[in-house]
């Protein structure tokens, strides 16, 4: 069809990852395309790659007639195909209402001649607009909340606020990345509303979404991506139920508590995180956490490593308050942070940056040799550039770095994010390995549905909106049962 | 009124022509830039040159005083409009040290480091502008109307569009922005009025050499915005203030000049210091830190 936007053979790697694989799709007008899949799959690359972000290495993506690829990210936004981004990106020391008038991108005052030349046909021009963002923040339902800073909003309203920023921009193309993420339950009906009836007004709208429930509700057409590659997903695939809330084994024998975190209250500004967050670790244990984005996971792990101050609560280690402690003060104590998207230093080979690790070890700890036999995939690469093995080769990197600072508690933020599932599932296993032969314990922070399952002793869901943690309880998902029963063998 | 109030008043009217100027780049667009006494170096210049010539009158040269200033401000904003955060800084120090160079070095032109002296007092429209209650006139209407300018654009469009871009520019870009348009032209304008408030500079001192805007006067200007407030126009104001008023305290104070200067250094680092911890927004800040 000739408004459809055609992606054809797509494809783009970074460094040795292969993000997209010969993606072949068409998004139709007035139809709702959802892209699903894994953490990792490619879904927001192939949205980079058609915003302009991102250059495909082959592979057109063409919309009226015009190639969209290789083109400037305000070239594509000009031409009608907006983007809403994951992080939402709202204009945070703007007020809300001045975040959608940002929107409008044809506005003549945006000329400097014109605002000092004709100022008053901009300023007629610009009553328009503000009657016109008045109506899209009430269709999003933040009338009452447009003379508040961006960044006073929540997580969910910045998210309602970029949309009705992008309908200002008068997109005919809506690329939406995960618009359902951190957006409270009772603003979801609102939201699939809004979808919808862009759909039915004729534009092309293309979700990126976790929530399948979400996704049955408003899209058209489904995409199933997997490892770069993207197929029509089959009906089944989208109706599935969401797997078990988690699991929490039985036969874990009571440890000595390592960490205890109470009442954490968090965020940052006006924008609160965590509200009463509690959690212990036992020595050797392994905790998992789950929730989707923006429910306050990472916060929680920066709460943890002393990379922000809690408002209220407190953290003790070892039965020490350690909440004001600063983060240096707690790797001391035997406290190691691996970080989202940690790089290494990609200026020094794998054997320096093991060493040096090694060398800032707070406690005696185990020796290079003694993890490199545990985590075996990092043997052969020793003589390499850390800039130049995988992604996934430098998650294991950085994992062993952290081990070898002699750290008795591991927080490990998305250790598997951007990795393929094989690869992430064998990086998990050797670290659980080295982890479990050492006594370390770990909080591991992670999206990709039954890694944690297979790895953990104790899986938490960090509830989104109202992020409180629940103990996950014992209704355990059958699927997940045997292999945490074989992680235990290993560890015996 | 005494002639020393009026020297303040004129004194006060050059500074905050000057950190209105820095504003537009620093406060609205979120740029820092080093280079905006460069730019008021070559308005000064302009005026030195072409009045004490006769080549033109004062109107003549200000509108020079302006394209001058507007080239220059080209010359760093096109190439470096693709830089973000410390490369910008880099940049815009390159150009202030060329130009301080330039004024040192075509001793043709510029007289070189001994500077021009007797540069005449403007004449407007056959009015002569020559006695100090006369030039404090003509500054603060110099100053009313960047005054409005810098509350004009602020407000408008084109300012929103500033402030969005330094929130976050892929946002900006993403909605159909040509940043780095943006960021020329926001840089031309504050250039253009630098430029003008080095030109009623060079008129009201009737001399100027390299040194009367180096690097540190680029500095200075910064720190106005730092201790008043930046992305509105009350903070580069309260800053300016601030920054003329300190040094007189001192002087008034009986502190004897050897000390003074060093003194003056201590008390601005101290305000920075202390505002950098406890107000980072400044005096007068645009929003307020939640």
């Given at each position: 069809m000739s408004g459809s936007v055609m992606l054809e053979r797509i494809s783009r790697s970074f460094g040795g990852v292969q993000a997209?694989?010969?993606?072949?799709?068409?998004?139709?007008?007035?139809?709702?395309?959802?892209?699903?899949?894994?953490?990792?799959?490619?879904?927001?690359?192939?949205?980079?790659?058609?915003?302009?972000?991102?250059?495909?290495?082959?592979?057109?993506?063409?919309?009226?007639?015009?190639?969209?690829?290789?083109?400037?990210?305000?070239?594509?936004?000009?031409?009608?195909?907006?983007?809403?981004?994951?992080?939402v990106r709202a204009f945070s020391k703007l007020t809300a209402l001045e975040n959608v008038m940002a929107g409008f991108a044809k506005h003549p005052g945006l000329s400097l001649a014109r605002v000092l030349l004709t100022p008053r046909m901009v300023?007629?021009?610009?009553?328009?607009?503000?009657?016109?963002?008045?109506?899209?923040?009430?269709?999003?339902?933040?009338?009452e909340k447009s003379d508040l800073l961006a960044e006073s909003l929540s997580f969910g309203e910045q998210k309602l606020l970029a949309i009705a920023r992008l309908l200002a921009n008068g997109s005919r193309v809506l690329l939406l990345d995960e618009p359902s993420a951190g957006v409270a339950p009772v603003m979801l009906d609102q939201l699939a509303h809004v979808i919808r009836r862009l759909a039915a007004d004729g534009h092309i709208v293309v979700v990126i979404e976790h929530d399948r429930e979400f996704v049955r509700r408003i899209a058209d057409d489904v995409w199933y991506m997997e490892n770069g590659s993207a197929v029509p997903a089959p009906n089944g695939l989208v109706h599935q139920a969401g797997r078990g809330m988690g699991h929490r084994h039985a036969d874990v024998p009571a440890r000595r508590a390592l960490l205890a975190v109470g009442g954490i209250h968090a965020g940052f500004g006006a924008r609160k995180v965590l509200l009463g967050v509690d959690l212990d670790i036992g020595e050797g244990e392994i905790v998992g956490i789950r929730g989707r984005n923006g429910s306050g996971k990472s916060t929680l792990a920066k709460v943890i490593t002393g990379a922000l101050t809690p408002q209220r609560g407190q953290v003790t280690m070892s039965g020490v308050d350690i909440t004001r402690w600063t983060a240096h003060r707690r790797q001391r104590m035997g406290l190691g942070y691996l970080p989202q998207a940690c790089r290494a230093f990609p200026s020094m080979t794998v054997k320096e940056n093991l060493e040096f690790a090694f060398s800032r070890r707070s406690a005696e700890g185990p020796s290079v040799g003694e993890v490199l036999d545990l985590m075996q995939m990092l043997k052969p690469l020793m003589a390499r550039s850390a800039r130049l093995i995988s992604g996934g080769e430098r998650q294991a990197l950085c994992c062993a770095m952290v081990l070898l600072t002699g750290a008795r508690l591991l927080v490990l933020d998305e250790p598997s994010a951007g990795l393929s599932p094989q690869i992430s599932s064998a990086l998990m296993e050797h670290l659980s390995l080295a982890m479990r032969a050492r006594n370390v314990a770990a909080l591991i922070i992670e999206q990709r549905e039954g890694l944690l399952e297979r790895f953990a002793d104790r899986i938490y869901d960090l509830v989104e909106g109202r992020p409180e943690l629940r103990d996950a309880g014992e209704d355990a998902c059958p699927a997940a049962a045997v292999p945490v029963l074989e992680t235990k063998g290993v560890r015996q | 009124m005494s002639d020393y109030v009026l020297g303040l008043a004129i004194w006060f009217c050059l500074y905050g022509i000057f950190s209105l100027s820095i504003n537009t780049v620093v406060g609205y667009t979120g740029l820092l830039s080093l280079c905006h006494a460069g730019f008021a170096a070559a308005g000064g210049y302009c005026a030195a040159i072409l009045l004490k010539g006769g080549h033109t009158g004062f109107v003549g040269a200000l509108a020079l005083s302006v394209v001058v200033g507007i080239m220059l401000s080209l010359a760093v904003s096109i190439p470096a409009s693709r830089l973000r955060g410390d490369r910008f800084i880099l940049a815009s120090m390159a150009l202030q040290m060329v130009l301080t160079a330039v004024a040192t070095n075509w001793a043709s032109l510029t007289n070189g480091p001994y500077g021009i002296f007797g540069i005449p007092r403007p004449t407007i429209l056959g009015f002569r502008v020559s006695t100090t209650a006369e030039f404090a006139l003509l500054c603060s209407g110099a100053l009313a109307g960047v005054l409005v300018l810098s509350v004009a654009v602020g407000r408008s469009p084109f300012g929103r569009a500033l402030k969005a871009l330094r929130e976050d520019e892929l946002a900006a870009k993403s909605l159909g922005l040509e940043t780095s348009h943006f960021k020329i032209t926001a840089f031309a304008l504050s250039a253009a009025i630098a430029a003008m408030g080095g030109n009623l500079y060079a008129c009201y001192m009737s001399f100027i050499d390299p040194w009367s805007f180096d690097l540190w006067q680029s500095v200075l200007m910064l720190n106005m915005l730092v201790i008043g407030g930046a992305g509105n126009v009350f903070g580069p104001l309260v800053g300016s203030a601030f920054v003329l008023l300190v040094p007189e305290a001192l002087k008034w104070a009986h502190i004897p000049e050897a000390y003074a200067d060093n003194l003056r250094l201590m008390v601005f680092s101290g305000v920075v210091l202390f505002l950098m911890r406890r107000r980072p927004q400044g005096l007068v800040g645009e929003y307020r830190l939640t």
């Open positions: 997209v694989v010969d993606a072949t799709m068409e998004w139709v007008p007035g139809r709702v395309s959802a892209l699903i899949g894994d953490n990792g799959a490619g879904k927001t690359t192939l949205f980079n790659l058609v915003c302009g972000l991102v250059t495909p290495d082959t592979g057109t993506i063409t919309w009226q007639g015009r190639r969209l690829d290789g083109k400037s990210v305000a070239w594509v936004a000009s031409s009608g195909v907006g983007r809403l981004y994951q992080d300023r007629r021009y610009e009553a328009e607009c503000a009657t016109k963002a008045c109506d899209l923040l009430a269709m999003v339902g933040l009338t | -």
